[in-house]
């Protein structure tokens, strides 16, 4: 009941707390049933950008998935329809899975690896703020994910082939405190 009231009056410690306790979590748990590998890895690899006293931000990195197919490495799966199912996932976990947090809203930001000559970086390919008020509207189990990042407005650009182009990731309010601000107790 404390932490709840601690997030209710806006208390910026105890919300990074609970965050950043359940995203270990995540990382230590086996993979639920049902859920795509792909998708999982993106879960743990979220971590904690920003916290303001009525949202959190997330980065989290999707990765085309490839199979073997008719005796051939293929992509089945780009890095854009990946962080689709990744946004998907992370709004509806950090919305309704976080014990005594019901944040109004929260951000999840979707990085995919880049390669050039220069060597290799991540970029943001979407970005998605996803409210409260909107997800209690979406259904989560019968609805495709980009129609939830969608119902969101989620931020992205394609190429004409349908992969995922970077896109310039908006600045945090500026009530918000970086997570990087404060030491873990590890």
């Given at each position: ?22 995203l270990k979590r995540w990382k230590a748990i086996r993979m639920p049933k049902g859920t795509e590998p792909g998708v999982w890895h993106g879960v743990q690899s979220a971590e ?66 880049y390669r050039d000559d220069t060597g290799s970086s991540q970029r943001c390919i979407m970005s998605t703020r996803a409210e409260r008020s909107v997800a209690e509207t979406v ?48």
């Open positions: 009941l404390a932490w709840r009231q601690s997030v209710e009056e806006g208390d910026v410690d105890a919300i990074r707390v609970m965050v950043s306790d359940e904690l950008l920003e916290v303001s006293p009525d949202s959190i931000r997330v980065s989290a990195l999707a990765e085309g998935q490839f199979a073997l197919v008719s005796g051939e490495r293929r992509e089945v799966s780009n890095s854009f329809h990946e962080g689709l199912k990744l946004t998907a996932r992370l709004a509806d976990m950090l919305l309704y899975d976080i014990p005594n947090a019901r944040l109004p809203y929260v951000q999840v930001d979707i990085y995919s690896t259904d989560w189990d019968g609805m495709e994910p980009q129609a939830i990042v969608e119902a969101f407005g989620g931020r992205y650009k394609q190429d004409e082939r349908g992969n995922a182009l970077p896109i310039e990731v908006e600045s945090p309010p500026r009530e918000s405190v970086p997570a990087a601000y404060y030491e873990d107790d590890d």
